[in-house]
């Protein structure tokens, strides 16, 4: 509904907000609403006596009911419950399988939906394959990761050949000029043992 249409005569098109108030003020049967409302008493009544009425009318359908629809109506709900802690036990010991296997809740958990079924064996089993192809991930990873540190680790230098005769010859003579003849004595007993290998 435009303001015109609910203003009538009093309506001009440079009013203000306040003009446009105390015009509305003036009408006395002005609603905007354009679906029916209702009370809030009456609403929570009428609710009310129809949450009552339901539950009679289930005490009634209840009392009508034979001993073999009752034991049908049982039946449906013990099926239910035992499908729910079926579910529930396949769940757990998806995430047994998981935890066993090392991973974090953080890391099993998006997948744990995918593999879930009414059978704890059926769920076990495809926790297991899933475990099966991440642990194989993660081995190939390790692979490619310690090849390409090998493949760009440069090979070590070759050392150059010492001449041990050399070497010894050296160390014995500096022994012997610092007058340190334990070390000089140590020295030879070296070299002819390096000499017999």
Request: glycine residues 4%.
């Amino acid at each position: 509904m435009k303001l015109e249409d609910l203003l009538g005569t009093a309506y001009r098109d440079d009013m203000t907000l306040e003009e446009v108030e105390t015009a509305l003020a003036g009408k006395k049967d002005l609603s905007l609403a354009t679906e029916p409302v209702v009370k809030k008493d009456v609403f929570d009544k009428t609710a009310s006596e129809l949450a009552k009425l339901k539950k009679e009318l289930k005490a009634l359908q209840e009392t009508s009911m034979t001993d073999s629809e009752k034991l049908q109506v049982e039946l449906d709900k013990a099926k239910s419950d035992q499908l729910k802690y079926n579910q529930e036990l396949a769940k757990l010991r998806a995430k047994e399988v998981f935890v066993t296997a090392g991973l974090s809740e953080d890391e099993f958990n998006p997948i744990l939906e995918a593999i879930l079924s009414d059978d704890e064996g059926v769920t076990r089993g495809r926790a297991e394959n899933m475990v099966k192809v991440i642990n194989a991930q993660k081995e190939a990873v390790d692979r490619a990761v310690r090849k390409e540190l090998l493949d760009s680790t440069p090979p070590p230098r070759a050392g150059e050949q010492v001449d041990l005769k050399a070497r010894y010859q050296q160390e014995i003579q500096a022994a012997q000029e610092s007058g340190d003849l334990t070390t000089m004595a140590s020295l030879i007993r070296q070299q002819a043992m390096d000499n017999k290998l």
